[in-house]
């Protein structure tokens, strides 16, 4: 199955200004799924997005699903400090929906300078 | 609830030597998956169950079984260690439906 791509791999912002990492796939996704890991810890889930176009908000996070279902996007606006950490793009993997076989992207590894 | 508990945190094993990371969940989740975690590579799927009796390969099987006799249990078999195996590995658990998976809180392996 094809990998989705994250961009940018790094990003350094200073606190108070906004964040946006991308998730593109070269084929069409049934469903995208967004995890944040902090420094030392392990992956935690924070959304699901099926539908195309569907934008979903968690307080200051703004999670896109592209209308042709090839991408995805996380918005965070004013970071703070306790918004550091990789965030990684999912999909799952040979099916139209919760296939067990979930892939991730390579990440985006998010610095806030205080 | 534990959720996902993985044993141990920490190993160090030499070249060659063999050894079982331990994982469970208690949330009676039908679908659980290993992942290893390098520098700069992400996570990358090792193997994963959808249920007891059933496992698949992941994106980077080689070196590595699993069984999963048990709804609760999938335990990750390295059969001879090698330093290309040194990484942090995380178990995770999701059930059949809408949602993400829960992960463990990880092991990190070192190979000498």
């Known amino acids: 199955g094809q990998q989705v791509m994250q961009i940018p791999q790094y990003q350094h912002v200073q606190e108070g200004e906004d964040f946006t990492t991308y998730c593109n796939s070269s084929t069409t996704l049934s469903n995208i799924q967004w995890y944040k890991q902090r420094p030392g810890g392990h992956p935690v889930f924070l959304i699901q997005?099926?539908?195309?176009?569907e934008v979903k908000k968690q307080k200051r996070l703004t999670f896109q699903f592209g209308e042709a279902k090839k991408n995805s996007s996380l918005h965070i606006t004013a970071t703070q400090t306790t918004d550091v950490g990789t965030y990684f793009c999912?999909?799952?993997?040979?099916?139209?929906?919760?296939?067990?076989?979930?892939?991730f992207g390579q990440g985006t590894t998010l610095q806030v300078k205080p | 609830n534990a959720g996902v508990t993985q044993t141990p945190k920490f190993q160090v094993l030499k070249t060659g030597q063999s050894m079982t990371l331990q994982c469970a969940q208690d949330?009676?989740?039908?679908?659980m998956s290993w992942y290893r975690q390098d520098p700069g590579m992400g996570l990358r799927l090792i193997h994963y169950s959808v249920g007891a009796g059933i496992t698949d390969q992941g994106e980077v099987p080689n070196g590595y079984n699993v069984s999963r006799s048990t709804t609760e249990d999938f335990p990750l078999r390295l059969l001879s260690a090698a330093p290309s195996q040194t990484s942090v590995y995380f178990c995770a658990s999701t059930r059949v439906g809408p949602g993400g998976y829960t992960f463990g809180s990880g092991t990190r392996l070192t190979v000498v």
């Open positions: 999912a999909r799952w993997d040979g099916g139209s929906s919760n296939t067990g076989k979930l892939i």
């Open positions: 997005l099926v539908k195309s176009g």
């Open positions: 949330m009676n989740h039908e679908y």
